[in-house]
């Protein structure tokens, strides 16, 4: 008994050793997938109330141009405000070099000394060169696009038909944990993203509010920016918190105002983060906060930067399936997800017809 217990401890280790070797080789491939599917799950309720009036065709038409539009629309917004930070921030390099001179004056003469060849080559100029090369690959960005709206597309013809051939092809017991744990996923990352828009866009506004009573330059740009960052776990709100202190120090001179406004705004993300979220969202999207921390680093060693955003859904995806059966409920307990008592597989509804709203 012990040593089949271990066979399959050691056999399960090394399944999920080669799912995350596979993640990461296939990149390239998983990554616009796995972003189209994710999509398709916020939709679908629009396109199964649109479906049942103008037709599939039309449906699939407006659904997706509701989804583009959303998309573009966050995007130049986020862009809009990125350029203005960035036009202020490179028009005053010289004023950052010299700072940074300052700086290291100051910590010589306080016995700090950084290290010499750093010292001497350290150009502001060359870090805002590599900055904006980061920002200007968008011919990477667009052919990703493409290909996640040709997924997209394709994915809203293509679920009432895969929804058929789980039922055709798959065994009963197979066929329920399949739609079980599909209507699952979805309907959880819906509330995962409108309590995440929630609590974003207070976010948001929160800063907006802070730095225009505090004077702080570019209010209203610094609110997009941690509306768009508070999206990503753990990593988002705190690059929303350390640049507006950064570039408050930089331009207002006064470190204990920067050191006040940090810690204004990391009050602000933790209320956000530690009580509203779980306000808003109950039990029904409880992970250990372990469990997203490691999901959330995994995930970005893995995608990089994507990975940081997915990481999460991810690990509900996961707790989503394990949910549907009793053998694999033992996995929610180590995730700290909730679950509902079932017997082996819950029975679920048709992906193809109406969901009641989450």
Same mark, same amino acid.
């Given at each position: 008994?012990?040593? =089949?217990?271990?066979?399959?401890?050691?056999?399960?280790?090394?399944?999920? @050793?080669?799912?995350?070797?596979?993640?990461?080789?296939?990149? @390239?491939?998983?990554?616009?997938?796995?972003?189209?599917?994710?999509?398709? @799950?916020?939709?679908?309720?629009?396109?199964?109330?649109?479906?049942? #009036?103008?037709?599939?065709?039309?449906?699939?038409?407006?659904?997706?141009?509701?989804?583009?539009?959303?998309?573009?629309?966050?995007?130049?917004?986020?862009?809009?405000?990125?350029?203005?930070?960035?036009?202020?921030?490179?028009?005053?390099?010289?004023?950052?070099?010299?700072?940074?001179?300052?700086?290291?004056?100051?910590?010589?003469?306080?016995?700090?000394?950084?290290?010499?060849?750093?010292?001497?080559?350290?150009?502001?100029?060359?870090?805002?060169?590599?900055?904006?090369?980061?920002?200007?690959?968008?011919?990477?960005?667009?052919?990703?696009?493409?290909? +996640?709206?040709?997924?997209?597309?394709?994915?809203?013809?293509? +679920?009432?038909?895969?929804? #058929?051939?789980?039922?055709?092809?798959?065994?009963? #017991?197979?066929?329920?944990?399949?739609?079980?744990?599909?209507? !699952?996923?979805? #309907?959880?990352?819906?509330?995962?993203?409108?309590?995440?828009?929630?609590?974003?866009?207070?976010?948001?506004?929160?800063?907006? +509010?802070?730095?225009?009573?505090?004077?702080?330059?570019?209010?209203?740009?610094?609110?997009?920016?941690?509306?768009?960052?508070?999206?990503?776990?753990?990593?988002?709100?705190?690059? !929303?918190?350390?640049?507006? $202190?950064?570039? !408050?120090?930089?331009?207002?001179?006064?470190?204990?105002?920067?050191?006040?406004?940090? +810690?204004?705004?990391?009050?602000?993300?933790?209320?956000?983060?530690?009580?509203?979220?779980?306000? &808003?969202?109950?039990? =029904?999207?409880?992970?250990?906060?372990?469990?997203?921390?490691? @999901?959330?680093?995994?995930?970005?060693?893995?995608?990089? &930067?994507?990975?940081?955003?997915?990481?999460?859904?991810?690990?509900?995806?996961? =707790?989503?399936?394990?949910?549907?059966?009793?053998?694999?409920?033992?996995?929610?307990?180590?995730?700290? !997800? =909730?679950?509902?008592?079932?017997?082996?597989?819950?029975?679920?509804?048709?992906?193809?017809?109406?969901?009641?709203? $989450?």
């Amino acid at each position: 008994m012990a040593q =089949a217990f271990s066979a399959r401890t050691s056999l399960t280790i090394l399944a999920v @050793a080669a799912l995350l070797w596979s993640a990461y080789v296939g990149e @390239a491939f998983l990554t616009p997938l796995s972003l189209a599917l994710f999509l398709v @799950a916020l939709v679908w309720p629009v396109q199964i109330v649109l479906q049942a #009036r103008i037709g599939r065709a039309f449906a699939v038409i407006v659904t997706f141009s509701i989804l583009l539009a959303a998309i573009v629309g966050l995007s130049t917004t986020a862009l809009w405000a990125l350029e203005n930070i960035w036009r202020t921030i490179s028009g005053n390099a010289e004023r950052y070099q010299s700072l940074y001179r300052s700086m290291a004056m100051w910590l010589e003469n306080h016995g700090v000394v950084l290290p010499g060849l750093w010292a001497e080559t350290f150009d502001i100029n060359w870090m805002l060169r590599l900055a904006q090369q980061f920002l200007s690959r968008t011919g990477q960005t667009m052919s990703f696009w493409a290909i +996640v709206i040709a997924y997209v597309v394709t994915a809203l013809f293509e +679920v009432p038909h895969f929804a #058929r051939s789980i039922d055709r092809y798959s065994s009963p #017991r197979a066929a329920a944990l399949i739609r079980g744990g599909t209507v !699952a996923t979805a #309907r959880k990352l819906r509330l995962y993203m409108a309590v995440r828009a929630a609590v974003s866009l207070a976010t948001g506004c929160m800063i907006t +509010v802070i730095a225009l009573i505090v004077g702080l330059p570019l209010a209203f740009e610094w609110g997009i920016v941690g509306f768009v960052l508070n999206f990503i776990p753990f990593i988002g709100p705190l690059i !929303a918190t350390l640049l507006p $202190a950064a570039f !408050a120090l930089v331009h207002l001179g006064d470190p204990s105002f920067a050191v006040l406004l940090f +810690v204004g705004l990391t009050i602000l993300q933790f209320i956000g983060g530690n009580y509203l979220e779980p306000k &808003i969202s109950g039990n =029904a999207l409880r992970l250990s906060p372990f469990i997203v921390l490691v @999901a959330v680093f995994l995930w970005t060693f893995i995608w990089g &930067i994507y990975g940081t955003f997915i990481g999460v859904p991810i690990m509900i995806a996961i =707790a989503c399936f394990a949910e549907q059966t009793s053998g694999s409920r033992w996995l929610l307990g180590l995730m700290g !997800a =909730a679950a509902d008592p079932i017997d082996d597989v819950q029975d679920v509804r048709s992906v193809d017809q109406p969901e009641p709203p $989450a």
